[in-house]
């Protein structure tokens, strides 16, 4: 059998540009919402508590996409965000299993859409 040694799914620390590919979502230690971002053919994500409130973390972010939010009204996430070009800011971080890019969630805003 042979496997490919691949590249580390590092990016540089600092500004970076990519696009939204996907959603998932997680529930362990809590509900979080998972935003997945392609960039430089480098696949990164950023998490965010599942909670929508005009101030909330998700809240923030689905506004800075053009998200309408009104109390007691519904919203999709998937919707405002999947397939929209965004900037971000990368800082790698080191842990005793390596050196993994860790992604803003504030630094998380729309690019030229």
Do not use: Q, W
């Not at 996907?22 to 998972?34: G, I, Q, V, W």
């Amino acid at each position: 059998m042979e496997l490919e040694v691949k590249k580390p799914n590092n990016l540089e620390d600092g500004k970076h540009e990519g696009i939204i590919t996907a959603l998932e979502e997680r529930s362990k230690p809590f509900d979080y919402l998972d935003i997945l971002i392609e960039s430089d053919g480098r696949k990164v994500k950023v998490g965010y508590p599942k909670t929508v409130m005009m101030e909330s973390k998700l809240g923030l972010l689905l506004r800075r996409f053009g998200g309408d939010l009104k109390e007691g009204s519904k919203v999709d996430p998937e919707k405002i965000l999947v397939g929209k070009k965004c900037s971000f800011i990368v800082m790698n971080e080191k842990t005793d299993r390596g050196t993994f890019p860790k992604v803003i969630p504030e630094s998380l805003k729309p690019n030229g859409n």
